[in-house]
C-alpha cells in the first residue's frame, strides 16, 4: 500500500484536558526535554505535542490511527 499514508490526516490532536500532570518535571520519553504532562497511555512523562507527533508518524492506517488516539487519550475526556 505504497499510498496508504496519503489517508492519513497531517496532523493529530489529542485532548489531554483531563490527563494527568506530575508538579514535578520529569524527562518526556520521547524529545527528554523536561515534561509536566504524563501520558494516559503509559503514565509516562510526555509532552501533548510529541505525542501528538508519534501518533502521526507510528499510525498504519486509518484504524491504527483511531486506536492510538484512543489509547493516548485519558478516560473520561469528551
Ligand atoms: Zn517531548
Known amino acids: 500500500m505504497p499510498n496508504a499514508t496519503s489517508l492519513l490526516p ?5 485532548d489531554w484536558r483531563k490527563g494527568q500532570v506530575s508538579d514535578q518535571p ?5 524529545c527528554g526535554r523536561p515534561a509536566l504532562c504524563r501520558s494516559p497511555a503509559k503514565d509516562l512523562p510526555c509532552h501533548k505535542s510529541c505525542a501528538e507527533a ?3 508518524g507510528h499510525a ?3 484504524d491504527h490511527l483511531a486506536r492510538l ?10
Request: hydrophobic share 55%.
Open 26 to 30: 520529569a524527562p518526556c520519553v520521547l
Open 10 to 14: 497531517a496532523r493529530v490532536v489529542l
Open 60 to 62: 498504519r492506517t486509518p
Open 54 to 56: 508519534w501518533i502521526t
Open 69 to 78: 488516539i484512543a489509547a493516548h487519550t485519558p478516560k473520561g475526556a469528551a
